[in-house]
């Protein structure tokens, strides 16, 4: 009989209570593989005296939430109620266990050749990354906010110039366009998907059009939440205006948008794998797609202090390279990243069919639309709810972890002040900052979890 000693003693102990419950743990599964090898006419005494019908696993204990906390995973102090475990909004650590073999042994190949920044590490990532979007080229740099820049001033972007993006974003969506010297424009969003109105585009764009339309540089749609935006349509308003389409593609690996995957739509699309994301490395990094080789060429300069041999500088660039050992993490991860994806859309449709049973309790909660048009791959399962903050105190009391992505539209922000918005310019994200939730969303998600988030959220509705 093979037992893996990972069973147990699957991981390190954090604390004096833990190390006792490591302990414990294995000495029973020690007394469980002498059960397995006992004779059978005293294996049912053994086993009825100890209770031996399956090994312990501590990864599922619930002490293990006291000791492994991440701050944006789960609430400090959440107590254990009737033994369940909390659930946690992402559990990084499940999906390691599956991996972590894979990983090591990249990290130790890493380690060995000693080529910690870029080299053939990185240069391998480039070309998977590349093949799975379907872009010709893919420049790795050192994270999501620096592909954003790279993408934006390969594209010409720069002082004098404006970029029209989404007030609904994280907030490198906006700062990388005032880092490549430009302005932000903020349009709102289409109310049903959260993603950049194509209308409300147009509409900007043709207001602008007689005094500063010729200032507007660039599109640099967002796919929030792994849906891809309208991209037919902002190829259309693109074209017909003569700006440059950047995708920000950050929560999108996988996506696609009419049989077309995100990152091989626009000029340049840029990616994130900060440890959050679909695809996350073990620290931060990011990615750029394009189809010019041009533009790829530029921004391999870029990432390298605008060197396009060493120690020979032809423009000023930024210190953006990628770490090799990040490369070696995602290549691993990359071969997962579709069955990955497709259990969150399975969780998605769970999600769906629960809130669907339960009416949405009247309407009191509502879904975020899909399209037809697009795959998404629920980076996020979001809902809203106009009693968001007092559903979100009550989820906590029951240890399920959530967050509010975003709670204060970039346009309302006040490093933007400058810009002149005020409350009122952008009424449809400023009404989803108010409403939006993310329930917990990963792959390793189990439906009895699910069901306990759906029911926890029933029970606050009464």
Known sequence: MQFKIATLIPETPKCDEHINQVLRTFARNIAYCKYRILDSRIKAVYGKLYNLRQPLDLTRCPHRARCYNPRFLMPKNVPIRDGIRPIPLLDLNRQYLLIRPAVLSAIERVCSSQQFVLGQEVEAFEQELAAYVGAAYAVGCASGTDALWLSLAAAGVGPGHRVITSPFSFFASASSIVRAGAEPVFVDVDPGSLNLAPAEVRKALSNARSSQGSRIKALLPVHLYGQCADMTAFEEIAAEFGLALIEDAAQAIGARWEERAAGSIGLAAAFSFYPTKNLSAYGEAGIVTTNDAEMA????????????????????????????????????????????????????????????????????????????HAFHVSHQY????????????????????????????LHLQPVFSYLGYKEGDLPEAERASREVLALPMFPELTEEEIERVVGAIREFYG
């Open 382 to 409: 979001v809902i809203r709810s106009p009693r968001r903050d007092e559903l979100r105190a009550f989820l906590g009391s029951r240890g399920i972890a959530t967050e509010v992505y975003y709670p204060l539209s």
């Open 297 to 372: 060429a530029h921004m391999r300069r870029l990432r390298n202090h605008g060197s396009p041999e060493r120690y020979r500088h032809v423009e000023f660039g930024w210190n953006a390279r990628m770490d090799a050992i990040q490369a070696a993490v995602l290549r691993v991860k990359l071969r997962h990243i579709d069955p990955w994806n497709r259990s969150r859309r399975k969780h998605r449709d769970t999600y769906d069919r629960l809130f669907q049973d339960a009416g949405w309790f009247e309407g009191r909660v509502r879904p975020l639309e899909t399209s037809t």
